[in-house]
């Protein structure tokens, strides 16, 4: 039996399944990840596409006291009101509907659950200081592409997320993707001995989920397909 007739014969519900019932978790396990398992992961996403099959990312692994030292450095710089300088932004300068409306929805669920009010600046910090330290995961992984690709990389770069993270998965393993990594670039760098052309696009917190940690029940919604979908099955007439 060829490969493609095998995948043929695979019911696909395992994958889909894994796409929807992936989710972000800000809380992890006391238990250790090994590098065996952390390479098999990358060895799996490493087979996403890429166009001309460049394979444009870079992945630093960081656990231990690597990555307790970056954590500490960004939080210190953040306390110090050292200036973000970000490789790249995230989110525009000047917001927006529906995005503003949705990355609000998305804050008040998260400190809802962590029950955190407005006003309680302190708790908010603590809070937010834990991407840092990837949510006290056991590994977090950064992920990098050179400065001189173009745009079509970042395409790349973000299948390739994907995969790791369905791949954590399969392993039993939860993830959590991460822009706030991406504001203090230079930090990293420094500490890691990484090269300055490589931009830091995202770390991801990896290892095995808290279930009792009230802060993984929360869950952010999804528009329908109606929502950003349109069918055409003639154009215009010229």
């Known amino acids: 039996m060829s490969e493609n007739e095998a995948l043929t014969q695979n019911h696909p ?11 972000s978790m800000r809380a992890f396990l006391d238990r250790g990840v090994s590098r065996e398992t952390v390479a098999a992961i990358l060895d799996a996403a490493r087979w996403a596409p890429s166009g001309v099959n460049i394979q444009p990312w870079q992945v630093a692994a960081v656990a231990g006291e690597a990555k307790r030292r970056i954590g500490d450095a960004i939080i210190a710089a953040r306390e110090a009101d050292q200036r973000r300088q970000p490789d790249y932004p ?9 995005d503003d409306g949705q990355r609000k929805e998305c804050g008040l669920a998260m400190y809802s659950v962590l029950a955190i009010g407005r006003e309680d600046t302190e708790k908010r910090t603590a809070a937010w200081d834990r991407n840092y330290r990837f949510f006290d995961a056991p590994v977090g992984l950064l992920c990098f592409l050179d400065r001189n690709l ?18 954590g998965r399969a392993f039993g393993l939860a993830t959590y993707p991460q822009a706030s990594p991406t504001e203090y670039p230079d930090i990293i760098r420094g500490l890691l001995g990484i090269e300055p052309n490589l931009a830091v696009v995202c770390g991801i917190a990896l290892g095995y989920p808290d279930i009792h940690a009230p802060v993984n029940d929360c869950r952010t919604s999804r528009e329908p397909v109606e929502a950003f979908t349109c069918w055409y099955e003639r154009t215009q007439k010229p």
């Open 150 to 167: 173009g745009q079509g990389a970042w395409i790349d770069m973000g299948m390739f997320i994907q995969n790791i993270m369905l791949a």
């Open 90 to 98: 995230y989110y525009p300068e000047e917001g927006f509907e529906p």
């Open 13 to 23: 519900v395992g994958v889909l399944d894994a796409m929807r019932k992936r989710a």
